[in-house]
């Protein structure tokens, strides 16, 4: 059964739980997740995000981003004209996964294309500080956030293993 936590338009989860997977990997529910802190951390530093996109025909496509996690979201740009970009356009659903197999971190959502000139300034100003490269200036802009966040890591599994839910 879920925890509760509160809700919270800046990103924070509704829920803390147990990750949906087969019982043989021996989760058994508790009274505490892993922190939502923990997985905030990791996206605020991690450099490179992963994220898979399927294709018009249902084929997948994975590719690595450069993102910025900002204000609960994760935003990232690509060229209209990219794989990434014209599946997005047919399916905004996707999967965000860091680059840690030691210390997994997966977002599911939906990537929304962002339009706001302030926004594009803003994220541009943390790429040009989290990568010394400026926002391509006619790049898309993405905003994900979150509908279904999971972590665990590799030393403590199944103990830590978390999923969060998230609002909206």
């Known amino acids: 059964m879920p925890r509760k936590t509160p809700a919270n338009p800046g990103g924070s989860p509704v829920s803390a739980g147990l990750p949906h997977i087969p019982q043989h990997y021996g989760l058994k529910p508790r009274k505490q997740y892993l922190p939502w802190a923990h997985a905030e951390a990791r996206l605020a530093k991690s450099r490179n995000y992963?994220?898979?996109?399927?294709?018009?025909?249902?084929?997948p496509h994975s590719v690595p981003v450069w993102g910025s996690w900002t204000g609960g979201a994760l935003y990232f740009g690509t060229a209209?004209?990219?794989?990434?970009?014209l599946n997005l356009a047919h399916n905004p659903a996707l999967s965000?996964?860091?680059?840690?197999?030691?210390?997994?971190?997966?977002?599911?959502?939906?990537?929304?294309?962002v339009s706001d000139p302030a926004t594009f300034r803003k994220i541009d100003k943390a790429y040009r500080a989290k990568y010394k490269t400026p926002l391509h200036p006619e790049a898309v802009l993405y905003r994900v956030r979150p509908r279904?966040?999971?972590?665990?890591?590799?030393?403590?599994?199944?103990?830590?293993?978390?999923?969060?839910?998230f609002s909206g």
């Open 148 to 165: 279904v966040a999971l972590a665990w890591t590799e030393k403590n599994f199944p103990n830590d293993a978390t999923r969060w839910e």
């Open 80 to 85: 209209r004209s990219s794989c990434k970009a």
């Open 96 to 113: 965000v996964h860091l680059e840690s197999g030691d210390d997994v971190l997966i977002l599911e959502g939906a990537a929304i294309e």
């Open 50 to 59: 992963w994220i898979c996109t399927a294709r018009p025909d249902g084929r």
